[in-house]
Nanobody, 126 residues
Framework: QVQLVESGGGLVQAGGSLRLSCVDS????????MGWFRQAPGKEREFVAA?????????????ARGDSGEGRFRISRVDAKNTVYLEMNSLKPEDTAIYHC??????????????WGQGTQVTVSS
């Protein structure tokens, strides 16, 4: 059974960085692609990044890119630790949200994922 627990959120100033972690306490981590989504108050849950089972494919949402299209976020996974990471750089106040990890098929669609963590709060001050 998949049980996901996120950590690493917190309060950071604009321009700062955070690294989120998501650990699967079950024994099926390698069976799933992993995704990161975020939800700000009053908004729908939004795709951030996903990585497939074999670490051979990665997708990023628009929120993971800067104003010029450059990458701000990086997703990675370490199967030996049953952990997926989201490194976030150049953070902006609009990145403030609860960040959730999810396990399922490799997808950018919220409803495609089977398992969800409770989330970790990220707050970016201006």
């Amino acid at each position: 059974q998949v049980q996901l627990v996120e950590s690493g959120g917190g309060l950071v100033q604009a321009g700062g960085s955070l690294r989120l972690s998501c650990v699967d306490s079950g024994r099926t981590f390698t069976n799933y692609a992993m995704g990161w989504f975020r939800q700000a108050p009053g908004k729908e849950r939004e795709f951030v990044a996903a990585i497939n089972r074999s670490d051979s494919a990665i997708a990023y949402g628009d929120s993971a890119r800067g104003d010029s299209g450059e990458g701000r976020f990086r997703i990675s996974r370490v199967d030996a630790k049953n952990t997926v990471y989201l490194e976030m750089n150049s953070l902006k106040p609009e990145d403030t949200a609860i960040y959730h990890c999810a396990a399922g098929p490799f997808s950018t669609v919220v409803d495609d994922y089977d398992y969800w963590g409770q989330g970790t709060q990220v707050t970016v001050s201006s």
